[in-house]
């Protein structure tokens, strides 16, 4: 396709990789396959311990528009911040190592740019790819228009797939490790405290779903980090009393998930009764009679019936 790069808009792409090498070339291909060309890549590989850097590495000696750079291993977030830091382009472009963007996501961002009259934040739809079919995300359902950090209070259906303009009054991402894999929803939160991100009703973007993924870590880990999150967030941001209720509800909502899948019925429970205290929602009181008879049994149930 006819390259329609705009000579105004040149986009960093940022790619935080830890020990993804049998998968990071996929991922840099699909960057590398854009129809938009005025781009540039950059990698930072975050201490791997297999030969994710050679791999890189390989791929560097083949196009000029590649920056890699190896720092030691501080997780994402901090990958994230130094690939910012390395930016040269006017738009920041987030990509996981183990993602894969469309030919036409760059092509896109920069139409939807020069429409709105650059915008501070922006993003498309994605979906996921297990290995055997394509599914939608929470995104799918969402209408093209604005959405600011009220919309965040509840979560991070966006994940790291945004643009932002790289200004100097961007809050950085948080790199404290006991707050990992909550890193890009707290940006969010921060950074829309004063601006607005503006959705594309389009799927640009396809997200590799399998085990290794950050967010299928440990239940109880991520319980934790949830609520220090949240309780970074609330301290840090001035919240009106209803925001605080959503941000706190929405975050008991997500612990009490966790922990019933880890059939922590108790804590679960705990969780529950927590979000409804805090604010009254349909979605938290169909978790009441999950919780009471418990994963095992509703399977037991449900596998009887089907008998």
Known sequence: MEDQSSPDIKFSVIVPVYNRADIIGKTIESVLRQEYACFELILVDDGSTDHTSDVIQNYERCDLRIKS?????????????????????????????????????????????????????????????????????????????????????????????????????????????????????????????????????????????????????????????????????????LFDSKEKQVLNAYSYYFCAIHAYLDYDRKASMQYTLEAIKSMLQPKFLLMLPKVIFGKRLINKLLSMRRG
């Open 69 to 237: 750079y190896s720092i030691k291993n501080s997780e994402r977030g901090a990958a994230r911040n130094f690939g910012i830091r390395q930016a040269t382009g006017n738009y920041l472009v987030f990509l996981d190592s183990d993602d894969l963007f469309h030919a036409d996501h760059l092509s896109t961002l920069c139409a939807y740019i020069i429409a709105l009259g650059a915008p501070a934040f922006l993003a498309t739809k994605y979906n996921f790819f297990d290995g055997v079919r394509h599914f939608p995300s929470d995104l799918q359902p969402l209408p093209e228009g604005d959405y600011d950090y009220r919309y965040m209070l509840k979560g991070n259906s966006f994940a790291c797939n945004f643009c932002v303009k790289n200004t100097n009054d961007l809050i950085l991402f948080e790199e404290d490790r006991s707050v990992a894999c909550f890193e890009d929803w707290m940006f969010l939160v921060e950074n829309l405290k004063q601006h607005k991100l503006f959705l594309i009703d389009r799927v640009t973007v396809t997200m590799h779903d399998h085990p290794g993924r950050s967010m299928r870590g440990a239940n109880e880990v991520l319980i934790r980090k949830r609520l220090k999150a949240s309780r970074f967030l609330e301290q840090k941001l």
